[in-house]
């Protein structure tokens, strides 16, 4: 089990990009929830898990409580108005030590999660990264040996994107931007992971999600856990 490190699930969202009325958590991939996969696969061994709800929050309330009953839930009352950034602002407003955050519309490979776990042992400040897929992705200027991210784009596709999974000073939301990955500008240059998850904002997305789901479900153990060790530290990338 982990030192106790607070981890904040953001579920707030209306989810409108992806057209299906339903909080991206409580989305179905290859059978669960995005949100059941995250707290009983990816999350196991966390003790402070604290998940930001406000759309539908009964509904998302009620599937993290059939399958773990000590979620501390954190209400957004103002979801139809605010970002991602206020949702992880309510939750961690109280909170004095770094704490990871994870977008409850991302799957994460749960042996990729616990090498980023164990690398954040020992930082204040780690930014998971991904190879780029997303149809809406921010992109993470890297630096030459790929072991730190210097700028975040939106405008020139990079190798590499934000994934959404990060190890930060709960301050950073306490600045009042409309995006995570501004507030994480402020902690610039930042060593970065690659991780490797699959986000859901739009139908295409989820397509890839539920590939991607299948393949880590269908993965023997063993054969998931070399395939993880190869990707525990960032390589160097090609300039």
């Known amino acids: 089990m982990h030192a106790d490190v607070p981890v904040l699930i953001a579920a707030a969202g209306i989810g409108s990009r992806l057209g299906m009325n ?101 930082m204040d400040t780690l930014i998971g990264i991904t190879p780029s897929s997303t149809t809406d992705a921010v992109f993470t200027r890297l630096s030459p040996d790929g072991s730190h991210i210097t700028s975040f ?38 060593p970065a992971h690659v991780l490797e998850v699959a986000e859901v904002d739009t139908q295409a997305d989820l397509a890839l999600a539920e590939a991607f789901a299948r393949r880590i479900d269908a993965m023997p153990p063993m054969a998931r856990l070399a395939a993880v060790a190869s990707r525990a530290v960032p390589l160097p990338l090609a300039a």
């Open 22 to 122: 339903l909080p991206k958590a409580l989305v179905e991939v290859n059978g669960r929830s995005i949100l059941e996969r995250l707290l009983t696969d990816v999350l196991a061994d966390e003790r402070d898990v604290r998940l930001i709800v406000g759309f539908r929050a009964d509904e998302v309330i009620a599937c993290a409580r059939r399958v773990r009953d000590d979620v501390i839930i954190v209400r957004n009352p103002s979801f139809r108005d605010t970002s991602v950034r206020h949702s992880f602002w309510l939750a961690a407003r109280h909170i004095r030590q770094s704490c990871i955050v994870i977008d409850g519309d991302t799957l994460v490979d749960p042996r990729a999660y616990r090498a980023f776990r164990q690398r954040a042992a020992s």
């Open 153 to 190: 784009t939106r405008t020139e596709p990079q190798s590499h994107e934000w994934c959404g999974v990060a190890k930060l000073s709960p301050r950073l939301f306490d600045q009042k931007h409309d995006y995570v990955f501004q507030c994480i500008d402020a902690a610039l240059p930042a």
